[in-house]
């Protein structure tokens, strides 16, 4: 009955004077809930077409009303009444709870050991492995025959595997994480809707403790006084009074966070280049102009690129980020809220729903701020050969032209690194091997995306794509 009176309640919900366009969908309660979790971007961009910038959708019982212009986005990432609340995702995602940590504690923390000294520690550490691997993988073919492989799983693998062995030192088990990981990755957006089927809830709940188990403190190498960053994130967390059970689940959480958007974001980008003859001979002859010396086996531990300016391929990122990297901001509405947007109109929000920004529609394919969206323009941030940081909305210059690492209290705390660890990937990738589509399969064309991944970070292809490759001649001499 309670559920009955609580269905009705939100059923009879009606748009007040002053609130944004209210859609409740056809279906009681669930109203848009369907629609949404197939495809978040194809729903936004139809609501976007139908009432504007701002709008109230109801999901499942509850209220969120979206916000996409993003002149009007400081209204909300600097607002004390709209609260970043990540406890239910935590919960359903990872069985985690940490009710005893601050958000502002764990930002500082983690600001702390992905910037500044840390920051130049980690990506040398992550060239030395990133190296390693590339070349120990190819060892045994010296012969100079072209392997094939998906290039999903090639970039994935790569990065996934020295992104573990920098911040988690495990060398005993990095491919076996890397393995357990996809699976459980595979099924992070259903974990996270708790709409998995039975079979798959089984799969699901077997890999997280499988997961677990592999990350598990106890058997880490060099025991608790190693200085790893995995072992330092268990003693911040001893010391913020989390239990041992916690601190495994957590090990999760980390693991996913700081290893799943590398790898996607570093397919995309070889994606595009291959699809794009221009575009990658203006990556490689920047490459070619870099005095790389540094980057050769014979001084491992010397990381050139941070030191090296490299306009065309940092705007390669921004472009392919722009393209494919779609984080949903959150908020909590704590308190009754009057919203002002950018062009003065204001707008009440109500205590209890969520709001949220969605940067994937605007600014990132928004038509009005980036010609042709759809289209990957690699020279779409450069101009002659700097940064370009000028787009415009309404005549208005735009502080958020382009939103991959989130803002404000969603900032990512490792962009700096992931940066340095995409471009010293790309750059060994285009130094050390030949890489080419394989035409055995046809028009090379990447693979559409995965559409259950909007909301999440870095979007992930709907299969993959082969390719060719081959350590280069000189690499045998
Ligand atoms: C958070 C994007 C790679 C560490 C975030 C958030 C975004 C993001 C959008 C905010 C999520 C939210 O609050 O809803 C990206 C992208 C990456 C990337 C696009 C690669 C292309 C990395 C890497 C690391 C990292 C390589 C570290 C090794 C973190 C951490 C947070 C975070 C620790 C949580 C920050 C906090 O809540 O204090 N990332 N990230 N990220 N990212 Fe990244």
Not at 77 to 102: C, G, K, M, T, V
Not at 237 to 263: F, H, I, S, Y
Not at 392 to 408: D, V
Not at 463 to 468: I, N
Request: aromatic share 10%.
């Amino acid at each position: 009955n309670g559920l009955l009176i609580l269905i009705l309640l939100c059923s009879t919900r009606r748009r007040q004077k002053n609130e944004p366009p209210l859609d409740k969908g056809l279906i009681p309660w669930l109203g848009h809930a369907f629609e949404f979790k197939k495809d978040a971007a194809k729903f936004l961009a139809r609501m976007k077409d139908k009432h504007g910038d701002i709008f109230t959708v109801r999901l499942a019982g509850r209220y969120l009303t979206v916000l996409l212009d993003p002149n009007s986005f400081d209204s909300v990432l600097n607002d004390p009444a709209l609260r970043h609340n990540r406890i239910q995702l935590l919960q359903s995602i990872f069985s985690l709870s940490l009710p005893s940590i601050e958000p502002a504690t764990e930002k500082k923390w983690m600001e702390q050991h992905f910037q500044g000294v840390s920051l130049s520690r980690l990506s040398r550490a992550m060239n030395t492995h990133l190296k390693n691997l590339l070349l120990s993988d190819h060892k045994g073919c010296d012969s100079l025959e072209w392997k094939t492989d998906g290039l999903f799983n090639f970039c994935y693998s790569l990065l996934f595997r020295a992104g573990y062995l920098t911040l988690f030192e495990k060398e005993d088990n990095a491919a076996a994480v890397y393995k357990e990981f996809r699976t459980f990755d595979s099924l992070v957006t259903k974990l996270a809707r708790c709409s998995l089927k039975q079979e798959e809830r089984k799969t699901a709940n077997l890999s997280r403790e499988k997961l677990w188990e592999l990350l598990s403190p106890a058997r880490l190498n060099g025991g608790l006084e190693s200085n790893s960053w995995q072992q330092k994130y268990v003693r911040f967390l001893q010391e913020e009074g989390v239990d041992a059970e916690m601190q495994k689940r957590a090990l999760l959480l980390q693991l996913w966070t700081t290893q799943c958007n590398a790898g996607p974001a570093a397919f995309w980008l070889l994606g595009f280049l291959l699809t794009c003859d221009e575009a990658m001979d203006a990556v490689k002859s920047e490459i070619k102009g870099l005095n790389l010396q540094d980057v050769s086996p014979q001084h491992p531990h010397i990381n050139p690129l941070e030191a090296l300016e490299t306009p065309v391929l940092d705007g390669v990122l921004s472009e392919t980020l722009r393209l494919t990297a779609a984080v949903l901001i959150s908020r909590e509405v704590v308190q009754d809220k009057i919203l002002c947007m950018a062009n003065g109109q204001k707008y009440h929000l109500r205590q209890g729903d969520k709001v949220c920004l969605f940067p994937f529609l605007s600014p990132q394919m928004d038509p009005e701020i980036h010609e042709d969206p759809q289209i990957f323009k690699y020279n779409r941030f450069l101009n002659k050969d700097t940064k370009k940081d000028d787009f415009y909305k309404n005549n208005k210059k735009l502080k958020y032209f382009t939103m991959p690492w989130g803002a404000g209290r969603n900032m990512c705390a490792g962009k700096e690194f992931a940066i340095a660890t995409i471009k010293q990937f790309v750059v060994l990738v285009l130094t050390h091997f030949d890489l080419k589509i394989d035409e055995a399969q046809g028009a090379f064309k990447l693979p559409p995306v995965n559409p259950s991944r909007y909301g999440f970070g870095m979007l992930q292809p709907d299969g993959d794509v082969q390719v060719k490759y081959k350590l280069k001649r000189r690499q045998h001499e």
